[in-house]
């Protein structure tokens, strides 16, 4: 069997330089290599007719040269241009700069051009073309796998290098699924599965390998929530809280009135604190449906109770927004609350550490800072994570070991429909507010195209005219911080220049320190920026409720799932709020999506629609991937 920890430089074609590059991308052994899986395909297997082209289209053409090579001179270029036919329709062909094309095709010999097809009066063009000389089938002739990539390391090079890689091992990986779950289902072996989703020959191939890996993903997922479960079930007792202290006394007390959705769910939570069995709950809500709340009301009664609260936020912006909620709502109970995220001086952490240690403080609000060895709670009874997808179940066991067993509480904005929860989240048990507190504006939605621009910058300008604030999201670029960065930028600087000179604009990126992030976040939310322009990282909980308008470019490229919670970033405040999608494609599928997103604020049927419209594939997209691939053994 092959070492599959081998160290990736000792594959072929891997000197010291791509070594880098491919540490870069997270690629370090020979199992991350060949589990670097495409992020798309190309169809360069099967020849189009020209006259059957529509303009635009990325396509196969199998065409006989019918002039040979012509060097052409255009200011500082060199053009090479040639002439094929593919039956009756002429092609003329360009490539710039590349000499050595003017030996290469010989007249009335047949050769294979993968490339965009452009139609100008009736005449079909195709500019630098992909191509195979005659008989050849190297570039094209098969479907080509393309690669989530970084700079300096190029579609071929990672192609050959991820072929050499599996040359090494293929029909020596050691399968692992069990013969009999591989004949049941009708599986692909494993060594197969690896080399087809690279290198598919046709599209049954990638179907059937992708659908084995797949299969045994969801399966290790299971298995080992199935085990966390059974842990919890027959090994541990958890905490029984005080019957007599009621949630209702405090729920009288607040400024609204609760949804009956709130009520059902903290009645799912006030019976699982009672009793024995340790709480494993999760939180599920649109973005504004009220789950801080709810988990207020339960430290409420966790700290009645006698017990103390950590609540672990993503960043140190939510945990602060967080700290506010939890004593506007509490303080006047006598409990305390109060912030640790990394940015506090020495001195006040050791201050808070020894109260947190000596029962002083009730309630401590933070981010991983919280996760840290010498934070000891006197007596820990229950536990809030928020915005689950953000946090690994190890850090979640990990500061839930910091007490005695205590209850734990997901909260999660991410609304995904049942079924998948309970795939993805099969070690607890769910809640779901599925009802938005009635005095909730809808988000105004519009999809625009790129004619409307000048009018949509006036509309933003009208509305920071009066006191608004807008967020600008990117478009999303590959799976790529650096090419992230350079649109983020790119884009700012045109709009601080153009458009919206008058403003004071800014921007975020992924790149960042968190602290530079915070900073930035903070001061839109006192309203020192106009518009921030950033790109996904723009967190999802945080509150600006004076922000009214969201417009995301480029909107074709985001899920609906991705769309909506960005969406759910306005409309937080007493101001009519926008969402404006800009999108650029005339395709029926994209319209379509759009045209949900204008119909809907209901975070559960967006989720629906979009798992209709593109499978569950992206909900165990890359990001869940990775997470298992590090965490997990091969293959799952
Ligand atoms: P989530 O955490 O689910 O995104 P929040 O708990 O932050 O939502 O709630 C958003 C806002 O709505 C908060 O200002 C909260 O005080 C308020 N809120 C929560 N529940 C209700 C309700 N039942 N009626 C009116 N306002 C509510
Ligand atoms: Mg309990």
Redesign the pocket.
Known sequence: MVDLNKKVQYVKNVGPNRVKLLNKLNINTLYDLITYFPRNYEDRGVAKRLSDCIDGEEVLIKAKAITKVTEIFARKLKMYRLIVRDGETPLTITWFNQSYLKNIFKLGHTYNFYGKIEIKSGKYEMKSPIFDESGENKNTGKIIPIYPLTYGISQNTIRKIIENGINEVYENIEETLPEYILDKYKLMNINDAIKKIHFPENKSDFIRARYRLVFEELLGFQLALLRLRENYKYEEKGIEFNKDVKISDIINTLP????KA?LRVLEEIDRDMESSKPMNRLLQ?D???????VSILASYKAVKSGYQVAILAPTAILASQHLENFQKTLDSFGIKSELLISSITKKKKQELKERLANGEIDILIGTHAMLEEDVIFKNLGLVVTDEQHRFGVKQRAKIASKGNNPDVIVMS?TPIPRTLALILYGDLDISIIDEL?P?RKKVDTFAVGKELEERLNNFVAKQIDEGRQCYIVCPLVEENEELDLKSVTELAEKLKTEAFSKYKVEYLHGKMKPKEKDEIMLKFKNGEIDILISTTVIEV?V?VPNANIMVIENAERFGLAQLHQLRGRVGRGEYKSYCILKYMSRSKEVKERMQIMCATNDGFLISEKDLELRGSGDFFGTAQHRNSRNENSKFI
Do not use: E, M, R
Request: hydrophobic share 30%; net charge neutral; proline share 6%.
């Open positions: 609204f009135n609760l949804t709130q809500g973005v504004g449906s009220g789950k801080t709340i904005a507190p005095n909980g509150d």
